[in-house]
């Protein structure tokens, strides 16, 4: 046990209403939306096939030429009531939105910085719009924000010399303000995303990062705050030296999922993020960027798989330079909003089935009580139909299943007992969409 200053606090799953509901959600959207939305990809006719949002950096455009864009920012097809909607119709929770990216450029008229939608031409609050629009329509929010900043003339990536140390610190001060003014402007946010703190000039400052989350909850009593904030004395991060987590959920899953069968992660509240697009998070208008479009059944085995090991979904979108959402995410949007409009219990308050082992043909989820208990149901959604046509569900010692119904029409569902612990029943005919059944289980008796 290592003696850690700014390391991680108390262990247990925070209990509070504001968890809770976080918990419960399971399934948020992401929204990048920023200055690189306008370029898309390419600059001067050269598309690079990489990140949106990275643009500036990959195409070595300066900080001047950049900035630039912002006259471009008009709003033209901006309406966030639009994407709160279609938020909402997918069967998301809550949206976590950029306000400001690496490239710097803020969606709120930060009083720190000139560079901000107030000088652009509309002058308007972006970034309150779309909290308004998201709550208008019931979900929670949280503001995604950058450490790394690459227009912020104090920014450092590594702390060399006194002049790096003395710039980094008014950097932090820059930052520390901002957010504070994030937390005061809007106090109704439930959370904070930080992003962009992985550079050495952080990871020498956990004691900034841990003052940061303090503060914000200060502010804010039961904000909701990611791993990827933090560093600790030593510079360990997400986790600390003594292998703890910081912050209230881990973060560190992007692009990827914990294997199916790894019941470890259950330990912690976490969320990974994903894109439904190549790895660009910011809008990419280019063929590069559409291969690897995610389909809507890829999107529900993804979110199957988390709730299945108690994690959270954050599926991004990247609304496109004019504020307008891409029609393909729009489409997507709505064919998984279809299938949670009929099997949305499978998600939403739903967790880990505890003993219920990964069968292979899909996950098991667990609806749970207001007190957290699992409640006799078990979910069991179907991703892939085995070979034999014949599903296998392992009845976990002590368990007997009593009913299987087809959860999106309640249809009864005959199934054969094998032996003490087995049992099957044939697999539905494939839609190519997951189907759920709920196993209605109670103590072998
Ligand atoms: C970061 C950003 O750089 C990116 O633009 C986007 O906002 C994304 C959500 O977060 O990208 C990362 C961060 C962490 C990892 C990979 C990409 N990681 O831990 O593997």
Known sequence: MIALRYGAGPQELRQDPAMRAFRADRFGQF?????YALPAG????????????????????SREDWAALARDFTLDGFDPAAWARTAKAMGARYVTVTTKHHDGFCLWPSAHSDFTVAATPSGR??????????????LATHLYYSVLDWHHPDWRYRLDTDEDRAAFDRYLDFAANQLVELAERYP???GFWFDGTWDESVKANGRWTHEIERILKERIPGAIVNSRLRADDLGARHFDSNGDLMGDYESGYERRLPAPWDRSV?????EACATITQATWGFHDSAWADRGRKTPAQIIEQLAQ????????????????????VPAE????REVGAWMHANGAAVHGSGPAERWEYPGWGFYTAPLDAAGAETG?????????????????????????RAIRALADGANVPFTVLDGHSLRFPAPASTGMPVVFALETGPAG
């Open 31 to 35: 929204v990048h939306w920023g200055l």
């Open 42 to 61: 390419t600059w001067h006719g050269r598309t690079i096939e990489f990140a949106a949002e990275f643009l500036m950096h990959s195409a070595k455009v």
């Open 125 to 138: 609050d972006v970034l309150g719009e779309i909290l308004a629009a998201y709550q208008a329509e019931g």
């Open 188 to 190: 109704q946010v439930r």
């Open 266 to 270: 259950t330990a912690h509240d976490w």
């Open 306 to 325: 988390t709730v299945s090991l108690g994690g959270n979904l954050l599926l991004n979108f990247g609304p496109r330079g004019d504020g307008s959402l």
């Open 330 to 333: 729009v489409d997507l949007a």
């Open 377 to 401: 149901l078990v979910h069991a959604i179907v991703t892939r139909i085995p070979v034999s046509g014949i599903l296998t569900v392992e009845v976990p010692a002590g368990l007997e299943v």
